[in-house]
């Protein structure tokens, strides 16, 4: 399937929002999407609906930072420390899991659904059976202290498309492979720029891995984060992306950001791997398109609020983005 071109991008709706929308579940072709937010809460939402009113569904105890879908079943995380498991056809809650220690970072289901993915500060990935909400694997390979003996992050996870590999990445720039059937770590990747340590003034850190795709065919790993800072209480540092033959560990492709500041929060590619789009910010918001084989910028796209997250449909011409206050529509092709 040949995707459309980026710069065919073009928005076609864009909703203000009460809240900050930190992450987005859209199954695709169909007009209904379920978001988490910052008022604790998890919308369905209709985009097809004459006026925009996302309905709360149900709540969790903190932030909602992630949702995941399986069929019928929506999985959502939060800084509570919970999943909750929801029957979308039903429109029940049907089991709660005190499913990590510390906050959860992000939320995600495999390509088939069979299986949820969920990462924590507690440094632990944990894989779950979305139908029974069995945990199937406990993956620990990423330390709990940086190397300023500071506490560290576990932020980013993502499946490959075959469901065959799981990837994970924390604040100090480690990423981790690992064999999604056993659970068995495959290799690791540095990408240590996306890490800034201030041991002058602050004694405190930002940044670190904050999206991760694997490529189609599973060869390559984007890694999304941002460069280094230079005023640790502010996301100035230049949103970047470095792409990775994670087999050897290789970068194969960088963009260190010339245009937007920011962490990029999530990454995908198109359905060919003809490129690579990237969406986040700091006080505005950007989507940014890549050519990770020719190592060039296509398109960079700016929007009006940070965005955390986006749903991108399988053909690539539909993003769903959600950030600060608002939610964003674009059409490829």
């Excluded at 006026?51 to 569904?57: A, G, I």
């Excluded at 919970?82 to 056809?89: E, H, N, P, V």
């Excluded at 053909?315 to 600060?324: E, P, Y």
Aim: hydrophobic letters at 40%; one cysteine or more.
């Amino acid at each position: 399937m040949k995707a459309p071109l980026p710069d065919t991008l073009k928005s076609v709706k864009d909703f203000s929002r009460p809240t900050i929308t930190f992450a987005i579940a859209r199954a695709n072709g169909f007009d209904t999407a379920y978001i988490g937010c910052s008022d604790f809460k998890v919308y369905r939402a209709d985009f097809a609906a004459p006026k925009f009113e996302p309905k709360n569904l149900y709540s969790h105890e903190s932030y909602v930072t992630g949702v995941a879908l399986s069929g019928d079943t929506l999985v959502s995380g939060s800084y509570d420390g919970k999943l909750i498991w929801f029957d979308t056809d039903e429109g029940d809650v049907y089991r709660t899991t005190d499913a990590h220690a510390k906050w959860i970072r992000k939320v995600v289901a495999s390509p088939d659904g069979k299986f949820v993915a969920s990462v924590a500060d507690d440094m632990v990935c944990k894989v779950w059976d979305a139908a029974t909400g069995r945990l199937v694997h406990a993956l620990r390979g990423h330390k709990e202290r940086t190397p300023n003996d500071f506490t560290s992050m576990l932020y980013a996870v993502t499946f490959s498309a075959d469901g065959k590999l799981i990837a994970t990445g924390d604040k100090v720039g480690h990423v981790v492979v690992w064999d999604a059937a056993t659970g068995k770590e495959l290799a690791a990747c540095e990408a240590p720029v996306m890490y800034t340590w201030d041991k002058v003034q602050r004694l405190h850190s930002i940044g670190g891995v904050r999206s991760l795709a694997f490529s189609p065919d599973g060869k390559s790993l984007a890694v999304g984060g941002m460069g280094q800072v230079g005023n640790i209480d502010h996301l100035e540092g230049k949103a970047r992306v470095e792409v990775f033959d994670w087999r050897t560990g290789k970068r194969t492709a960088e963009f260190p950001g010339d245009k937007f500041a920011g962490l990029v929060n999530r990454l995908a590619w198109a359905p060919d791997g003809s490129w690579l789009v990237g969406a986040g910010g700091a006080s505005e918001g950007f989507l940014c398109f890549f050519d990770p084989a020719g190592k060039k910028t296509l398109r960079q796209e700016k929007l009006a609020a940070h965005v955390h997250d986006f749903a991108i449909s399988d053909a690539g011409d539909l993003i769903t983005s959600v950030g600060h206050n608002r939610i964003t529509v674009h059409r490829l092709g």
